[in-house]
């Protein structure tokens, strides 16, 4: 008589299952299935730890100290935010994470598991969506995934906050609407027929992960929500066909906005001096600046309007303390006097007690706090000079003839 065999372990159908959605996140984007996924479980760390990865290859770390000092001198965030908010958007979803070189999607183990199909009281959501569209709770995210890998790795002139926002937010939009056409065609609707906010969806399983600070959630917001309304538009234009690219972050958020950036002519840094980092922070991240530092959204709305190029460089000698110099293009004089008055008010929120130092028409100077600003407007550009005092005084240019020198407020 044969021995009774020990009873296996269940076995995990990641696998057929990933397999399974595969084929019809293919079908929905319009692409062949070769090259199916594999799929791996991994905890929570292991996924952190491949997004750190591959945010460090983004952009050289020297780099990104350099525009963490000059978003410092701005006030947009601390010197350590670039470094932070680049790893917030390797993060992604949570749940599952796309692991690039190996060509794997690393799964917790708590996603797609059997649970979806076992009534135990607080599965009951997953249950009802389950009976209700034939799709289970976790298959969005993976549908977004997935699409993360149709994309490939692509981040080539992407340097710039403004391009790197503006090809990310492409990037997860696509994403999340396959995510969400996943969703809709097994119900039946049509994605144009309904307003959605994707990342309200599902308890938040489409909103992204990684944000520790409010700078960090607003700047995540914009890739994946605005992403995502770029993206329906696209989609509701053109299908799949080929879609324009977006290089900047005015042309997601308004199809009449600059794509291609006009090119800013500044001046070479004094002798001694080099560029450390050459940024460009785009309409969207003018609108960030204002509306986190005054907290005045509508400020930050309407002195974002018209723009049409900006470099924000990190200058550096040896032997002394750095400072930041923004030079910004607007479409018209009128657009660019609004947005030097918009630095005003920020000066002002940042630094209630400085003193103007100096001004004449178009050209001001403030010391405020530990920084001392000028900023002047000649047509349609606008420069910033912030820094230290002792920094600042290296390369700050002095004012106009006709300029006032004066202690007193603005
Ligand atoms: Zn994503």
Redesign the pocket.
Known sequence: MALAQAPEAPEDPLTRDVEALWTRIATLRNVDTLNRPSAVRAPEEARRAVAEIRAATWLDSARLEARGRAWSDLGLGTERSPERWLRAVAE??GGAAWEPGAGRLLVDPETLTESDYTADGEETAAIALLMATGVRPDEPVLA??MV?RLQGEDLEGAETTDAFLARHAA??GE?TLVATLLLLESIGVEVGEVDLDPTAMLDGRLAPSGASSPLEIRMLDFVHTDGYLWARRRYLAAGWKPWPAALTTGAILSDAATSVPADVAVPAPPTGWEATDVDRLGAWGVYLWIAATTGKDSLALLSSEGWEGGRLERLERAGGPGATRWTTRWVTAERAEQFRYAIERVLVARFPSAVSSGEAPGWRRRAAGDRLAAWERRDRTVTLWIGPPEATAGFVPDPPSEAVESGGDL
Do not use: G, K, Q, T
């Open positions: 992604d979803l977004h995934l993360h990037r997860e994403a």
